[in-house]
């Protein structure tokens, strides 16, 4: 008897976990639906608080840095993290308890509960396109707002590309003026930027949120938009227009002193704006035709005893990257910067496969997966929906939810990231029908795992979120 009660009440239990509704799952739960801790806030002054804070230092081990142990019972909410991001964090899962179960806005209302809760990846991130098609202000703080949902940190804000240069630059201000507007084929206008007073007002923002902004700066290649601007950046110096077209373009930085130059006065700039400790330097997709043609390429090659054009740009990469080391940052350079040597400090993003992030590790470099075929949220999530360039396959829900990025357990990978490119994503309808819910599946991949697929669908049909 007491044997078949001991597993009713476990039974009863394990229900009353599948109700409590937080993202992303937290890594322990137990929950007794039964007994509720509950105040009315208008009744409640702060020095009778039902709030426990702790910080407890480095005590509490398995907590880690992001980590967070929650407990409701009779004498009231206790929270105990080992830093203020801990607490935040476990601030957030209280808040999404307490909406699902308050009846009204003065009720605070929460079950009887312990959640022991930390990350399973250090970085994970989320990357948006504002070149491909510009988004407001507004619509980036939502943007930033789904990654506090999902207790995502690192924002890896992609601000330059062929089709659009997206951050006003004091010292250069064509850059905005000419690179931040294209003609569309239909004749049309599209562009914009953000000013740095919106890009100091965005990273506050994020900053309250616990999320860092890695702000991108593409070189050497989809640089098409400054090249129009300044058309001397590039080998061949024509004068070139916005593209209003995708793909792969042949106008890219030339490996120049005033092109260094240049691109150094521009990530000065940079780095004043985003106290991120990381700068993305891109570097992938870079057609050299333009090198081979430059007598300036040539002599460079000669001087620095450069093999071939990977060589050149990994001579490009690394000279980049040691002057952003000298301001006390550390660059990421996506897959192709392993091609021709690499740095050693350099953070590489593996985007195609997982093949140059693996290379990478194994050097020793530093490593976030976002490979393609499970991250990339601009490809079609199932065959209901259109495939839109022919490098898209099907990104579905449950792939994202089973990301694992570091299979091998290898402890250079950092974590993971999802990509959301714009191409074809030219309203925030779309936008946001690409982000949702795979950013949730993505979410509980970097912090807890992704262990139960199914409980996770149930979650999203509850929050509405399903994609129909
Ligand atoms: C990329 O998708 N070209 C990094």
Redesign the pocket.
């Given at each position: 008897m007491k044997h078949i009660l001991s597993i009713l009440l476990l039974a009863a239990v394990g229900m009353a976990q599948a109700q409590l509704i937080i993202t992303p799952q937290p890594q322990q739960v137990t929950v007794d639906t039964t007994k509720f801790f509950s105040y009315n806030r208008e009744q409640i002054t702060m020095k009778n608080s039902p709030y426990n804070f702790v910080t407890l230092g480095t005590f509490d081990k398995q907590l880690g840095k992001e980590g967070y142990r929650l407990e409701v019972k009779e004498s009231g909410i206790l929270l105990v993290a080992n830093s203020n991001i801990g607490l935040y964090y476990g601030q957030q899962t209280i808040r999404q308890i307490i909406a699902q179960f308050s009846p009204k806005p003065e009720i605070v209302k929460l079950p009887y509960l312990t959640i022991v809760d930390y990350p399973q990846y250090a970085y994970r991130g989320l990357h948006l396109d504002v070149c491909r098609h510009f988004y407001s202000k507004e619509v980036v703080m939502q943007y930033i707002d789904e990654m506090l949902r999902n207790k995502l940190n690192y924002f890896h804000w992609h601000l330059t590309d062929d089709q659009g240069w997206r951050i006003e630059i004091k010292r250069y201000p064509k850059l905005t003026e000419v690179g931040a507007w294209r003609t569309e084929a239909d004749g049309s206008k599209h562009g914009g930027y953000y000013t740095q007073d919106d890009i100091r007002e965005i990273v506050n923002y994020a900053r309250e949120r616990n999320i860092t902004i890695i702000p991108e700066i593409e070189m050497p290649g989809?640089s098409s938009a400054a090249v129009a601007a300044y058309p001397w950046l590039s080998c061949s110096g024509d004068e070139i227009e916005v593209p209003n077209t995708y793909g792969i373009k042949k106008d890219i930085f030339c490996p120049t002193d005033s092109t260094f130059q240049f691109l150094k006065n521009v990530l000065d700039e940079v780095c004043e704006l985003f106290p991120s400790p990381y700068i993305h330097i891109g570097g992938?997709?870079v057609p050299k035709a333009q090198w081979k043609q430059s007598s300036a390429v040539r002599a460079l090659k000669q001087k620095e005893n450069l093999k071939n054009y990977e060589q050149v740009q990994h001579y490009f990469m690394k000279t980049m990257d040691s002057y952003l080391s000298t301001k006390g940052k550390r660059s990421i350079g996506?897959g192709e910067v392993t091609r021709g040597g690499l740095s050693e400090q350099m953070i590489v993003?593996s985007?195609r496969g997982r093949y140059a992030g693996n290379k990478a590790a194994n050097k020793g470099n530093s490593v976030i997966m976002a490979p393609?075929f499970t991250c990339?949220f601009d490809y079609p999530q199932s065959s209901k929906d259109k495939k839109q360039a022919w490098w898209m396959t099907y990104v579905p829900l449950e792939k994202v939810y089973k990301f694992n990025p570091n299979k091998k357990n290898k402890p250079q990978i950092l974590g993971g990231q999802a990509?959301l490119?714009t191409e074809y994503i030219s309203n925030e309808a779309q936008l946001w029908y690409q982000l949702k819910p795979r950013v949730y599946a993505l979410g509980e991949a970097l912090w807890s795992g992704g262990k139960d697929y199914d409980a996770f669908v149930k979650k999203m049909e509850k929050l509405q979120l399903l994609n129909k």
């Open positions: 989809h992938d997709e996506w993003m985007w393609r990339y990509n490119w």
